[in-house]
């Protein structure tokens, strides 16, 4: 409070002022807001919508400054992008909203955050369906198939629930038919020749009887058999497993099978073309109105063939069983009306034609059948081929359908037709006279001829011939001589003495026979005898000869036909026989018995012993003479002639008194020795290159010794004229020359062995297909030439260092040589790894953003095209198809329309064929959902 005295205005008077005085301070406020995307706030005048710090001056209520700071936090709206993929049944909930189905979806929901702001959240979606697949399939007996960890081996229906890749129930109905093994049967097992009986047989789909004898067809189920004799007939059964093919009737369209000719959709005009149509008018004006052989309604393959041999017209791969049988089978019909050159039809199996060439037949629109039998061997797939053979162009036009590659069941069953013949017995019965023989109900007792005709256990006719002998009653009389000891037997009665008997006998058909017998009697004889004689001396008893000591009996008879028995006792006397050898000196003898002998010889003197037997004195005589004898000898260069005691080694003239080896007498012997020296010039040249055999040796001359000359080198087993040796290898060698007193010399001699060429290089390089790698050799030498084999696939064949790009596993051989011509070889093996790795999206988007637009197949360097790309929607109708796109391009991909309009979301199904850069075609199939 304030007092002040003021000097008023009006007088000049005091004017007392108090004052009561209050100040207002200025005011000053901060701020911090969050507001929505959107929101705004007002300070004062001023409006704000956007993050920032902002100073205000306001008035306060006293009217004084008041200063707001306000600092401002504008929270954007959250744009969340989600995506799910799920199976059918299964749901994702956003907010409040539950989805099922696929599609893309947009929601507003507000933040977690807890600042009350919006968050959009955008949702695509795709379902996978629960897939349901049926399959017909057909396996042999004992055979099973399996799906998922189920094996079933009987004809049934089956319903098995797996999961697909994406783990979604994927249900599999499978109707499986066993093929039963075939069986036979007779409508009569046992016949009579000349009757028939029907054979059935069942459980296969063809038949062929064996053996044909007697069968009125043998390639149908059921054939009249009229065996000429029982026969085992065996029925070999075939059945057919489920087609293999894909698309085999064509009814998918152009799908499924490659072709060398050009698809052209209702126009085949031009040669090397085809179409597939449900009418060839359709892709040929000039055409019969040909229709499918399946139902007459549906689709085939329409060609206008041409003139080049071994066309493919149609290929498929498929998978196999190793050494099982399959048959490949087509129908084909000439659709052209011209019928003078028929196409020239070939099935091919893995590259090897099979069969005969065929021809449909001449009538336009009929359908033929033509088929093979092959066996897989050891190959577990087979590309299967319809070729063209035709050399001639115009006609040549045809149709196939129902294209059919299946396994082939195979088995056996027998059945045996008795066949009963008509039995002739013949019999020759005899019988006594007054006996009677019965046939059947006939009785016969006279000899003769008879025939009777009965039915065997088979009702068939059996004959009797009857060959009856009937037999009289026989009287014999006999005159018998016995000598002493001896009995003779008629009938039950045995007789040792003279007299007359008389039996009543029976003959071996049981007839009488009456027997007389007279019968005579004589004695026996005994004698004994003695004898010595002399060894070479025999004895004569009888018919028997003796010339050995001993006792012996002899059974002789008298001239009555008796025993006379000779008992002889026998003494030899030996004949002794001494052998004798002398050796004398010229000039003395030897006396034996009353002889002399004094020249050399062999004598034999027969004399006597004193029982007067002979003695033989062999005497061999050798009588040696008085020995003189001249030698002329030669020998080789370091050896020597021994004679008696003394060895001579130096050529001259020796004489030497010996005694003989033989009896000691005198030998008297002058010897003229000559020793031989051998020696040679030679001319040797070293092989060029380690390890050849080219090096040589010549020799120029030969001194010493006596001709002819022959050599050998380093073996001394073999020897030759021959004065050039070609073809040595590098070494250290004996050369050997004989002369022709046999004597020898060893000179030896050596050639160089050139240094070894050397290089190395690694058993095997690996590389991706596409890519390539530097073959780096490591020698130990400059080489002169350089030469790779084979040439395909790298960079150079006549560098060190060539780059390798092949498409196969290649094994390449590298040959190099130095100055001198010497090669040396090695090789390495570029093994190409053919990781055929595919990406193909399962899901896009065609929106025009910018992302996942398109829809192709990505890969890396090994594909070289993609050939052709199909796409099909749920009901089998083609929305694209492209051929040769090229590669991990999008935009020569599907871009989700389908003539020029938007197909709507859902699931597509995709075919395609790509190409590698080693020239295999794979075929990929799959599926992709559309997302909007």
Not at 137 to 158: A, K, M, P, R
Not at 201 to 225: E, K
Not at 421 to 436: F, L, N, Y
């Given at each position: 409070?304030?007092?002040?005295?003021?000097?008023?205005?009006?007088?000049?008077?005091?004017?007392?002022?108090?004052?009561?005085?209050?100040?207002?301070?200025?005011?000053q406020?901060?701020?911090?807001?969050?507001?929505?995307?959107?929101?705004?706030?007002?300070?004062?005048?001023?409006?704000?919508?956007?993050?920032?710090?902002?100073?205000?001056d306001?008035?306060?209520?006293?009217?004084?400054?008041?200063?707001?700071?306000?600092?401002?936090?504008?929270?954007?709206?959250?744009?969340?992008?989600?995506?799910?993929?799920?199976?059918e049944?299964?749901?994702?909930?956003?907010?409040?909203?539950?989805?099922?189905?696929?599609?893309?979806?947009?929601?507003?929901?507000?933040?977690?955050?807890?600042?009350?702001?919006?968050?959009?959240?955008?949702?695509?979606?795709?379902?996978?369906?629960?897939?349901?697949?049926?399959?017909?399939?057909?396996v042999?007996?004992?055979?099973?198939?399996?799906?998922?960890?189920?094996?079933?081996?009987?004809?049934?229906?089956?319903?098995?629930?797996?999961?697909?890749?994406?783990?979604?129930?994927?249900?599999?109905?499978?109707?499986?038919?066993?093929?039963?093994?075939?069986?036979?049967?007779?409508?009569?097992?046992?016949?009579?020749?000349?009757?028939?009986?029907?054979?059935?047989?069942?459980?296969?789909?063809?038949?062929?009887?064996?053996?044909?004898?007697?069968?009125?067809?043998?390639?149908?189920?059921?054939?009249?058999?009229?065996?000429?004799?029982?026969?085992?007939?065996?029925?070999?059964?075939?059945?057919?497993?489920?087609?293999?093919?894909f698309?085999?009737?064509?009814?998918?369209?152009?799908?499924?099978?490659?072709?060398?000719?050009?698809?052209?959709?209702?126009?085949?005009?031009?040669?090397?073309?085809?179409?597939?149509?449900?009418?060839?008018?359709?892709?040929?004006?000039?055409?019969?109105?040909?229709?499918?052989?399946?139902?007459?309604?549906?689709?085939?393959?329409?060609?206008?063939?041409a003139?080049?041999?071994?066309?493919?017209?149609?290929?498929?791969?498929?998978?196999?069983?190793?050494?099982?049988?399959?048959?490949?089978?087509?129908?084909?019909?000439?659709?052209?009306?011209?019928?003078?050159?028929?196409?020239?039809?070939?099935?091919?199996?893995?590259?090897?034609?099979?069969?005969?060439?065929?021809?449909?037949?001449?009538?336009?629109?009929?359908?033929?059948?033509?088929?093979i039998?092959?066996?897989?061997?050891?190959?577990?797939?087979?590309?299967?081929r319809?070729?063209?053979?035709?050399?001639?162009?115009?006609?040549?036009?045809?149709?196939?359908?129902?294209?059919?590659?299946?396994?082939?069941?195979t088995?056996?069953?027998?059945?045996?037709?008795?066949?009963?013949?008509?039995?002739?017995?013949?019999?020759?019965?005899?019988?006594?006279?007054?006996?009677?023989?019965?046939?059947?109900?006939?009785?016969?007792?006279?000899?003769?001829?008879?025939?009777?005709?009965?039915?065997n256990?088979?009702?068939?006719?059996?004959?009797?011939?009857?060959?009856?002998?009937?037999?009289?009653?026989?009287?014999?009389?006999?005159?018998?001589?016995?000598?002493?000891?001896?009995?003779?037997?008629?009938?039950?009665?045995?007789?040792?003495?003279?007299?007359?008997?008389?039996?009543?006998?029976?003959?071996?058909?049981?007839?009488?026979?009456?027997?007389?017998?007279?019968?005579?009697?004589?004695?026996?004889?005994?004698?004994?005898?003695?004898?010595?004689?002399?060894?070479?001396?025999s004895?004569?008893?009888?018919?028997?000869?003796?010339?050995?000591s001993?006792?012996?009996?002899?059974?002789?008879?008298?001239?009555?036909?008796?025993?006379?028995?000779?008992?002889?006792?026998?003494?030899?006397?030996?004949?002794?026989?001494?052998?004798?050898?002398?050796?004398?000196?010229?000039?003395?003898?030897i006396?034996?018995?009353s002889?002399?002998?004094?020249?050399?010889?062999?004598?034999?003197?027969?004399?006597?012993?004193?029982?007067?037997?002979?003695s033989?004195?062999?005497?061999?005589?050798?009588?040696?003479?008085?020995?003189?004898?001249?030698?002329?000898?030669?020998?080789?260069?370091?050896?020597s002639?021994?004679?008696?005691?003394?060895?001579?080694?130096?050529t001259?003239?020796?004489?030497?008194?010996?005694?003989?080896?033989?009896?000691?007498?005198?030998?008297?012997?002058?010897?003229?020795?000559?020793?031989?020296?051998?020696?040679?010039?030679?001319?040797?040249?070293?092989?060029?290159?380690?390890?050849?055999?080219?090096?040589s040796l010549?020799?120029?001359?030969?001194?010493?010794?006596?001709?002819?000359?022959?050599?050998?080198i380093?073996?001394?087993?073999?020897f030759s004229?021959n004065?050039?040796?070609?073809?040595?290898?590098?070494?250290?060698?004996?050369?050997?020359?004989?002369?022709?007193?046999?004597?020898?010399?060893?000179?030896?001699?050596?050639?160089?062995?050139?240094?070894?060429?050397?290089?190395?290089?690694?058993?095997?390089?690996?590389?991706?297909?596409?890519?390539?790698?530097?073959?780096?050799?490591?020698?130990?030498?400059?080489?002169?030439?350089?030469?790779?084999?084979?040439?395909?696939?790298?960079?150079?064949?006549?560098?060190?260092?060539?780059?390798?790009?092949?498409?196969?596993?290649?094994?390449?051989?590298?040959?190099?040589?130095?100055?001198?011509?010497?090669?040396?070889?090695?090789?390495?093996?570029?093994?190409?790894?053919?990781?055929?790795?595919?990406?193909?999206?399962?899901?896009?988007?065609?929106?025009?953003?910018?992302?996942?637009?398109?829809?192709?197949l990505?890969?890396?360097?090994?594909?070289?095209?993609?050939?052709?790309?199909?796409?099909?929607?749920?009901?089998?109708?083609?929305?694209?198809?492209?051929?040769?796109?090229?590669?991990?391009?999008?935009?020569?991909?599907?871009?989700?329309?389908?003539?020029?309009?938007?197909?709507?979301?859902?699931?597509?199904?995709?075919?395609?064929?790509?190409?590698?850069?080693?020239?295999?075609?794979?075929?990929?199939?799959?599926?992709?959902?559309?997302?909007?």
């Amino acid at each position: 409070m304030y007092t002040d005295v003021l000097q008023s205005a009006f007088g000049g008077c005091d004017s007392t002022v108090t004052t009561q005085l209050t100040v207002n301070p200025s005011y000053q406020i901060n701020q911090t807001l969050v507001i929505c995307e959107g929101e705004s706030i007002v300070v004062g005048g001023n409006t704000y919508t956007t993050s920032g710090n902002y100073a205000d001056d306001l008035f306060s209520v006293n009217g004084c400054d008041s200063i707001v700071t306000t600092a401002l936090t504008v929270v954007s709206s959250l744009s969340v992008t989600q995506s799910f993929t799920f199976c059918e049944g299964e749901s994702v909930t956003v907010g409040t909203q539950v989805y099922t189905q696929t599609g893309n979806y947009l929601d507003t929901l507000q933040s977690a955050a807890g600042n009350g702001c919006d968050s959009i959240v955008t949702t695509s979606i795709v379902v996978y369906p629960a897939t349901v697949t049926q399959q017909n399939l057909s396996v042999c007996e004992g055979e099973s198939i399996t799906v998922g960890n189920n094996q079933y081996n009987q004809t049934g229906s089956y319903t098995d629930n797996l999961q697909t890749l994406n783990g979604c129930d994927s249900t599999v109905l499978t109707n499986l038919t066993v093929l039963a093994g075939v069986s036979a049967q007779a409508a009569d097992l046992a016949i009579c020749a000349g009757q028939s009986s029907q054979l059935l047989a069942q459980g296969a789909q063809q038949y062929v009887w064996s053996p044909a004898d007697g069968l009125s067809a043998t390639n149908i189920a059921d054939p009249i058999a009229t065996p000429s004799q029982t026969t085992t007939y065996t029925v070999t059964g075939t059945s057919q497993t489920s087609n293999l093919i894909f698309n085999g009737d064509f009814e998918l369209g152009n799908t499924g099978f490659s072709s060398n000719y050009t698809y052209s959709h209702n126009d085949v005009g031009p040669q090397a073309m085809y179409d597939i149509t449900d009418n060839a008018m359709n892709a040929h004006p000039l055409a019969a109105p040909c229709t499918d052989h399946t139902s007459g309604t549906g689709n085939f393959m329409v060609v206008n063939g041409a003139g080049i041999p071994n066309t493919t017209v149609w290929q498929q791969t498929v998978a196999v069983q190793p050494q099982t049988d399959y048959i490949f089978s087509a129908w084909v019909t000439n659709w052209s009306s011209i019928q003078f050159n028929l196409s020239n039809l070939q099935f091919s199996v893995n590259g090897q034609l099979l069969g005969n060439v065929f021809q449909p037949l001449p009538q336009q629109c009929q359908w033929q059948q033509f088929y093979i039998v092959w066996n897989s061997g050891n190959a577990n797939t087979a590309v299967i081929r319809l070729v063209n053979q035709n050399l001639v162009v115009g006609g040549n036009d045809f149709g196939l359908d129902d294209i059919h590659f299946s396994r082939i069941c195979t088995s056996t069953a027998i059945v045996e037709v008795i066949v009963s013949q008509p039995v002739v017995q013949v019999i020759s019965p005899t019988i006594c006279q007054g006996e009677t023989f019965t046939v059947g109900n006939t009785q016969y007792s006279q000899s003769g001829s008879y025939s009777n005709t009965f039915p065997n256990l088979n009702g068939c006719d059996s004959t009797v011939l009857t060959d009856l002998t009937v037999l009289p009653v026989f009287q014999t009389t006999q005159a018998l001589v016995l000598c002493e000891g001896e009995s003779i037997i008629v009938g039950n009665h045995v007789y040792t003495q003279p007299g007359i008997f008389v039996d009543s006998l029976n003959t071996l058909a049981g007839c009488d026979s009456i027997v007389t017998t007279s019968i005579t009697l004589h004695p026996l004889a005994f004698t004994q005898q003695g004898f010595s004689i002399c060894q070479g001396e025999s004895i004569v008893v009888g018919n028997n000869t003796y010339t050995l000591s001993g006792n012996y009996v002899d059974i002789l008879q008298t001239w009555q036909g008796c025993d006379s028995t000779v008992t002889t006792s026998i003494t030899v006397l030996p004949v002794t026989t001494t052998v004798q050898e002398f050796t004398l000196c010229e000039g003395e003898s030897i006396v034996v018995g009353s002889n002399t002998y004094s020249v050399n010889g062999n004598y034999a003197d027969t004399l006597q012993t004193w029982q007067g037997c002979d003695s033989t004195v062999l005497t061999s005589l050798t009588v040696l003479p008085t020995y003189f004898q001249t030698l002329d000898v030669t020998v080789c260069e370091g050896e020597s002639y021994v004679l008696g005691n003394q060895a001579y080694s130096q050529t001259g003239n020796y004489i030497a008194n010996l005694q003989s080896a033989l009896g000691g007498c005198d030998s008297i012997v002058q010897l003229a020795l000559t020793v031989t020296a051998l020696d040679a010039d030679l001319s040797a040249a070293s092989p060029l290159c380690f390890g050849d055999e080219n090096g040589s040796l010549s020799i120029t001359q030969v001194t010493g010794g006596i001709e002819p000359y022959i050599f050998s080198i380093n073996d001394t087993a073999y020897f030759s004229p021959n004065t050039t040796y070609p073809n040595l290898p590098g070494g250290d060698y004996l050369l050997w020359i004989e002369d022709a007193n046999g004597c020898r010399k060893a000179i030896p001699f050596s050639l160089d062995e050139p240094n070894e060429l050397q290089f190395s290089l690694p058993e095997l390089l690996q590389i991706d297909l596409g890519n390539n790698a530097q073959l780096l050799p490591t020698l130990n030498f400059f080489p002169d030439s350089i030469a790779w084999s084979p040439a395909e696939g790298l960079s150079c064949a006549d560098c060190l260092e060539p780059h390798a790009s092949p498409n196969v596993t290649t094994t390449y051989y590298l040959w190099a040589q130095d100055e001198n011509g010497c090669p040396v070889e090695g090789q390495i093996q570029v093994v190409v790894k053919k990781d055929r790795n595919i990406y193909a999206p399962n899901v896009f988007s065609p929106n025009g953003d910018g992302i996942n637009d398109n829809f192709l197949l990505f890969s890396g360097s090994s594909v070289e095209a993609i050939r052709r790309l199909l796409i099909f929607d749920r009901w089998g109708g083609i929305v694209f198809e492209g051929a040769y796109l090229t590669l991990n391009e999008p935009a020569h991909g599907w871009d989700g329309t389908h003539r020029g309009l938007p197909v709507n979301s859902g699931v597509f199904a995709w075919f395609a064929e790509v190409e590698f850069v080693d020239g295999e075609v794979e075929v990929l199939k799959g599926d992709v959902t559309v997302v909007r």
